[in-house]
């Protein structure tokens, strides 16, 4: 029991970093750059939305609580059908490194859905939504192009309130108690877990930043060869360019 606990209190503060860092760093500036500074207000909202319904359904809080974990696993889900769509442009480019990042941040994402369900629903459906997260994963890599055409703005505004749902979730820890706070040895353990969490979240940045280094070496190389074997295309440009200024 005592050991369980334990691993569970890592588990907390590895997830708290590793979750909170993926939507900070990695979704939220996505969904900014998408569609415009205001999508902050629906994330907003999915934060602060599971909170007013339990006050406001004060007699089915159960009910509301249960509401909230499984539309916190619905948004890692659709963010995985997104992330297997992302796996075939990695395929069709031949980029090795985002497919291992993609890849890599699976992991805190299937430990998070663990870490959120079995505590209120069980084992058994624990072990269902991290299969059905494999299977949007594969559904996203096979019909990627069609996946990522349907990623509509709606699809978008969607996300964003649920990503908000999902930080409701993580920073309010569901299986977290009273005395869980004044244990100097769990406090130890959640630290443990946020650092263990702080140096998976520097190996998924460090693969962003080789595959970043990497494209944009490419892109000199093709910019280089266009440059040495076709000199008369890019001359054709600038006349283009300075006759229309």
Same mark, same amino acid.
């Given at each position: 029991?005592?050991?369980?606990?334990?691993?569970?209190?890592? /588990?907390?503060? @590895?997830?708290?970093?590793?979750?909170?860092?993926?939507? +900070?760093?990695?979704?939220?500036? #996505?969904?900014?750059?998408?569609?415009?500074?205001?999508?902050?207000?629906?994330?907003?909202?999915?934060?602060?939305?599971?909170?007013?319904?339990?006050?406001? @359904?004060?007699?089915?809080?159960?009910?509301?609580?249960? /509401?909230?974990?499984?539309?916190?696993?619905?948004? *890692?889900?659709?963010?995985?059908?997104?992330?297997?769509?992302?796996?075939?442009?990695?395929?069709?480019?031949?980029?090795?490194?985002?497919?291992?990042?993609?890849?890599?941040?699976? +992991? %805190?994402?299937?430990?998070?859905?663990?870490?959120?369900?079995?505590?209120?629903?069980? !084992?058994?459906?624990?072990? +269902?939504?991290?299969?059905?997260?494999?299977?949007?994963?594969?559904?996203?890599?096979?019909?990627?192009?069609? +996946?990522?055409?349907?990623?509509?703005?709606?699809?978008?505004?969607?996300?964003?309130?649920?990503?908000?749902?999902?930080?409701?979730?993580?920073?309010?820890?569901?299986?977290?108690?009273?005395?869980?706070? !004044?244990? %100097?040895? *769990?406090?130890? &353990?959640?630290?443990?877990?946020?650092?263990?969490? *702080?140096?998976?979240?520097?190996?998924?940045?460090?693969?962003?930043?080789?595959?970043?280094?990497?494209?944009?070496?490419?892109?000199?190389?093709?910019?280089?060869?266009?440059?040495?074997?076709?000199?008369?295309? #890019?001359?054709?440009?600038?006349? &283009?360019?300075?006759?229309?200024?």
């Amino acid at each position: 029991m005592i050991r369980s606990q334990s691993l569970l209190k890592v /588990l907390d503060g @590895f997830i708290f970093i590793t979750i909170g860092g993926l939507v +900070f760093t990695h979704i939220v500036p #996505e969904l900014i750059y998408a569609e415009g500074i205001l999508i902050i207000l629906c994330v907003a909202f999915g934060v602060l939305g599971p909170t007013l319904g339990e006050k406001v @359904f004060k007699r089915h809080s159960h009910m509301t609580h249960n /509401l909230t974990i499984v539309l916190g696993v619905f948004g *890692l889900i659709l963010h995985t059908l997104a992330d297997g769509s992302a796996l075939t442009i990695t395929e069709n480019s031949g980029n090795v490194l985002l497919a291992i990042g993609i890849i890599v941040h699976r +992991f %805190p994402e299937g430990l998070a859905v663990w870490w959120i369900v079995k505590p209120s629903l069980g !084992t058994r459906w624990a072990v +269902f939504c991290i299969c059905f997260m494999l299977l949007g994963s594969t559904v996203g890599y096979l019909k990627g192009d069609a +996946f990522l055409h349907a990623l509509h703005i709606e699809n978008n505004f969607l996300q964003a309130f649920v990503t908000g749902w999902i930080l409701h979730v993580v920073f309010h820890q569901p299986h977290a108690t009273h005395t869980d706070k !004044t244990n %100097p040895q *769990l406090e130890f &353990q959640t630290g443990l877990g946020a650092l263990l969490g *702080l140096g998976m979240l520097l190996v998924m940045f460090g693969v962003h930043h080789a595959n970043e280094s990497v494209n944009t070496s490419e892109a000199h190389q093709h910019h280089t060869h266009m440059h040495n074997t076709h000199p008369e295309s #890019e001359l054709s440009l600038l006349d &283009q360019q300075h006759l229309s200024g």
